[in-house]
Each structure stands twice: as C-alpha cells, then as structure tokens.
C-alpha cells in the first residue's frame, strides 16, 4: 500500500468470519517498531488482541522502517522534523485508513504510535484510543534513556537486534534517536490536543517505565471518558512486559464501549 508517496509494510488480520461486524483495530508502532516488532519471543500479541476481542487488525510499519520504503541516507537526510508524529497522524493516517477503507478505527498505539493515535483522535471521530505508554510531553528520564539506547546502538548488540526487524536499520534508528534528543523536540506537548478528543480512551503504562512516569498518562484529558491502567513489574513495553496484562485491559476496555454504544443505540 501507497500512502503520502511511500510503499508501506502492510499486515492485514481478518476476524473470525461469525464475529459480529466490529471496527477494526489499527496498530501503531513505538519509535523504533515495525510490523514485526509486534510479534516477538513467540508471542503474536496483535492477533491474540483481535482473537479476544472478535475484531478484524491491521499493522504497517512507517516510513523508514520494518520494510517499508527506506529515507536514503539516513543521517544525510538528517532527524525526522520535530512535528514528525503530528504529520503522521494528520497526514499518513488518514490517508492509509482511506485506502484500507476503515472508518471509525480502534487506534491502539504503543509509545510514539500511541502520541500518534491521541493526535489522530484530537480530530477524527474513532470507536476508541488506546494508547500505551503515550509521550505527551518530553520528560527529562526519557531523554536520558534514549541517550542509553544510543550507547547501546553504537558500542553494544542493539544494533544487531534491531536489524531481524529492519531493511534499512540506521535509518530506523538515526532519524529517530537524532530528533528525540535534539533542543527542538524538547518542546513536544500534545496535551492541549488531547482535550479534544471525544470517543473513549484507554491509557495505559508501565510503572517502571524507563522513558516516562505517570504524569503521561495523568495528563490526558479528553472531552469523552478516559480509563487509565498502571501495570506493575512493567516497563515501557507493556505487550511484552505484561502481555496477558496488557492484553485483558485492552479486552476488558473494548467490551464495555461495545455495551456503551449499544445501549445508545436501544
């Protein structure tokens, strides 16, 4: 699929075809994600999401990673724009729900998929948001934890591991680690737009979350009803730090705006 010029890697998951005509739920990768990041150490957590709770998924990797088209020359193109996640979430999105022919998704979002998702929600109407371990501010801990993986990347294995997921991993990685620790992202603050949103949200974190604290999720005030969910002995990858966890709240969140919706209809 072709999105804002850019051949996109695309996994698609039918429901079950007696499940109930459900909206279907799109993931949105973290910084350094791809399709295939979401399902790692045996573990398909998209398609248990959609197994459990009877809706159809759909996955893609943004530009630059998994194997999606690759930004020549990573460095010499240089950081993503500091407005890279609004851009993605006003621009890309839309455009890739139209081609998919989805309206009204379920957004679930992990890290900087998940700040997409509450983006795309602060203007378009969606059955729901959910976002795990959402950046709506920059805070100083996940400054210094990117910092760390950037050490990782240049003098330890990190590099190694993320290219099983990547075509062009130095792309993933330094338009990524160069824009997140660059002064003019120091300014990211998303929490005026997620006053606008109006559906259900689910936020979800990590209470050993290295890359924020709970003020992330504190901080999100939409117009519609929010559920907030702290994961203990979890970190910033709730899927794979708590999986089952993770998985229940996602379930249990999207059973009850399936009864809400349907006793507005009765």
Known sequence: MKCHGVALEVRHIPASPAAPALAPIVFLHEGLGSVAMWTQRGLDWPAQVCQASGRSGWVYSREGYGQ???VANARAAGALPPHYLHTQAWEVLPEFLAQAGITHPVLLGHSDGASIALLYASRHRVSACIAMAPHVIVED??????Q???TAYEGGDLRQRLARF???VDTAFWRWNDIWLSPAFRGLDIRQQ??????PVLALQGRQDAYGTLQQIHDIWPQGRIERVVLEDCGHTPHRDQPAQALAAVVDFLASIHLESQSQVE
């Open 148 to 150: 760390q993986t950037r």
């Open 68 to 70: 999606s088209d690759d």
């Open 194 to 199: 997620c006053q606008s949103i109006a559906d």
């Open 141 to 146: 801990m996940c400054i210094a934890a990117i």
């Open 166 to 168: 990547h075509a062009q």
